[in-house]
Nanobody, 115 residues
Framework: VQLQASGGGLVEPGGSLRLSCAAS????????LGWYRQALGKQRELVAQ???????DYADSVKGRFTISRDNAKTTVYLQMNSLKPEDTAAYFC??????????WGKGTLVTVSS
């Protein structure tokens, strides 16, 4: 399994970015796709995740601002980030989790929120 993330960059506070992550290889429809982030000096944390059935979970800090979605083929996951704050600055990582618990990670894409 390979996960290719894109869409990071520099944005001013209050701005928006959309991250994409394309999964390739042996992808099963029941796999859960998600986004994690890791800021400097902090632990990696879950931002949002989505199941094949469309169920979603969000970190409290991003609820109402971020939206996770998945394409019909269920191999690409998106993270629409609105009303960005400086504290959203981090490396964002795409994650695929099997029902067995096995996980795959993509390389991080950096999001910097600064004026």
């Amino acid at each position: 399994v390979q996960l290719q993330a894109s869409g990071g960059g520099l944005v001013e506070p209050g701005g928006s970015l959309r991250l994409s992550c394309a999964a390739s290889g042996s992808i099963f429809s029941i796999d859960v796709l998600g986004w994690y982030r890791q800021a400097l000096g902090k632990q990696r944390e879950l931002v949002a995740q989505i199941t094949s059935g469309g169920s979603t979970d969000y970190a409290d800090s991003v609820k109402g601002r971020f939206t996770i979605s998945r394409d019909n083929a269920k191999t690409t996951v998106y993270l629409q980030m609105n009303s960005l704050k400086p504290e959203d600055t981090a490396a964002y990582f795409c994650n695929l989790r099997r029902r067995s618990g096995l996980e795959y990670w993509g390389k991080g894409t950096l999001v910097t929120v600064s004026s």
